[in-house]
């Protein structure tokens, strides 16, 4: 099952006052805050990568994989929206902007 677009609405909803995009990835969705990636959206689950600084924040939190070959992330709750702004303020200190990948001619 695929992630459905009216999903992908609301967490940007639930992102209101951060610089939020997303970009559709083999039927599924990356989101990113200030051009970094922080969630990886999959059959409708949010999940984020399992990094410094979110293990006493997540620690109640379900874990799972986006995808078969994954590491283990988190499953956020993305209607919490008072952890959903802690989360995003964490991520956005440690996650780096992804290097602009240059096409060879």
């Known amino acids: 099952m695929a992630t459905e677009f009216s999903y992908i609405q609301f967490i940007l909803e639930q992102l209101q006052g951060e610089e939020a995009t997303y970009k559709k990835m083999f039927g599924e969705y990356m989101v990113y805050v200030d051009e ?15 990094v410094d600084g979110l ?23 993305i209607e919490n929206s008072e952890l ?16 602009k990948k240059i096409k060879k001619s």
């Open 36 to 50: 970094k990636p922080i969630f990886t959206v999959c059959d409708n689950t949010v999940f984020v990568k399992k």
């Open 55 to 77: 293990e006493e924040l997540l620690k109640d939190a379900d874990g799972g994989y986006p995808y078969k070959g994954a590491k283990e992330h988190y499953v956020l709750d």
């Open 84 to 99: 959903v702004k802690e989360v995003v303020k964490i991520l956005k200190e440690v996650i780096p902007v992804p290097k």
